[in-house]
């Protein structure tokens, strides 16, 4: 599609990735590397949350890492290496790091600009920085990016996996997910919490076996991956002239662009759900760069370095089927079924907490808005499962670059009391 080709160019074109490094540069030296100098107290902030304060805390979290951990650590990575090749694994390790200070930020925003149990960033907005108009635009972005990230791209994921696996078709699987979305969206009671608590921590220990096993049985494959991932970012490798420029831009774009996606750094998205939280404001900084760490130096590092370490890239495949192809070498014919199940797993997941975000959003907008949106949402999660894999992800990827820029003006605006909640709470 020529015409989402453009669009998603001109979302994602160097100014976008320019804003989200240099805000992560600001807040990485003005909090004085929160990334290397606080991983003690965020232990602390993480073991707070895992045994106090009843389920609710836990519920918090699960719900949070369920919004984040989905399609884009399986087949967000799958697709970052077709894309942009090697390097642009190492790009996403960079967004990540830049993006825990970015998270940190995010997440004493959604403490300090909380409405009772609501939240989001663009309650900061409206709050903190007095700008009606932004703080609507920011959820009108929120909304949209519900249809993408939260839903297409999931249910694409799922749906495409699931078929090859099991032969059931696209349509089928789409069907499935729309029920689950609509029971979630329209039942009345909040199952968001209670369901992410159950499926990711099951889900996500699965798939780290799955993936650590591949990295194991070709483990001195490990050195010759790394050197290609930085010579890859860097353009050194055998490349002629204009060619390597063009190659270590796609590796810079596509990087970023499956970072953002991937940990939403920089999107502000999980502010809606952790302001349901009782932690401090610092300690949910902290939080927020535990799920960073999780989701993209864990998950996406751990699948990245399976889909090169196996040969996988050879099959020439894509997405979640290209996960599954670098496990079939270990798991053999199960592993479809190991991966088959992850995604669609993680993508139910990320689905049900993106259901409370986008909701959160609409909610923001208007009340009048709500049921189209759940009807909207429904219907985006079903559509997802039936197009293409490569509309659904430019879909996607347009609305977050889109959610930037709001977003980045609320943590530019607001920097001072970012900064002074962080310091007086003597991280």
């Keep these: 599609m020529p015409f989402l080709d453009k669009l998603n160019d001109l979302v994602w074109s160097l100014p976008t990735v320019a804003l989200i490094i240099s805000v992560g540069i600001y807040y990485t030296i003005n909090l004085h590397f929160p990334q290397v100098r606080c991983l003690g107290q965020m232990i602390k902030a993480v073991r707070k949350s895992l045994s106090g304060g009843g389920k609710s805390r836990f519920r918090v979290l699960s719900t949070s890492l369920a919004a984040t951990v989905g399609t884009g650590s399986v087949a967000g990575v799958a697709t970052a290496i077709t894309l942009g090749g090697a390097g642009a694994i190492f790009w996403l390790w960079v967004s990540a790091f830049l993006g825990m200070a970015v998270s940190f930020a995010e997440g004493v925003l959604s403490i300090e600009y909380r409405d009772g149990k609501k939240g989001g960033i663009m309650y900061a907005i409206r709050d903190g920085m007095g700008e009606k108009f932004l703080g609507k635009l920011y959820a009108l972005f929120t909304v949209l990016a519900s249809f993408g990230m ?8 799922a749906a495409e996996a699931v078929n090859s696996e099991s032969g059931i078709s696209t349509v089928s699987v789409g069907l499935i997910l729309a029920g689950l979305t609509a029971a979630c969206l329209f039942s009345g009671r ?15 220990v699965i ?12 483990f001195g494959e490990l050195p010759g991956v790394f050197s290609e991932i930085i010579r890859s970012a860097f353009g050194l490798k055998s490349v002629a002239g204009a060619a390597v420029g063009v190659s270590v831009k796609e590796a810079v774009s596509v990087g970023f662009r499956r970072g953002v996606f991937s940990n939403e750094a920089g999107l502000g998205t999980t502010a809606a759900i952790h302001a349901e939280s009782d932690l401090t404001s610092r300690e949910q900084g902290l939080m927020n760069m ?6 993209t130096f864990v998950i996406c590092t751990l699948t990245a370095l399976a889909i090169l370490s196996s040969g996988a890239l050879k099959t020439g495949l894509d997405g979640a089927l290209l996960v599954s192809a670098a496990c079939e070498s270990v798991f053999g014919g199960f592993s479809g079924s190991i991966i088959a199940l992850c995604t669609a797993g993680f993508a139910t997941a990320t689905i049900i907490g993106w259901s409370k975000i986008g909701l959160t959003a609409a909610e923001y907008l208007s009340d009048r808005s709500v049921l189209l949106y759940k009807i909207a949402l429904t219907a985006a999660v079903f559509l997802g499962a039936v197009v293409s894999l490569s509309a659904a992800w430019k879909i996607s990827d347009i609305f977050n670059g889109l959610m930037v820029f ?3 003006g609320a943590l530019v605006g607001l ?3 970012i900064i002074r909640q962080t310091f007086q709470s003597k991280l």
């Design 190 to 204: 909040d199952f968001t919490g209670k369901a992410s608590s159950v499926i990711m921590p099951i889900l996500t």
């Design 150 to 157: 939260g839903g297409m791209v999931q249910s694409n994921s």
């Design 415 to 417: 920097r001072k009391v």
């Design 406 to 408: 709001p977003c980045v």
């Design 290 to 295: 535990f799920e960073v760490i999780v989701d």
């Design 207 to 218: 798939y780290i076996f799955a993936v650590a096993a591949v990295i194991v049985a070709n």
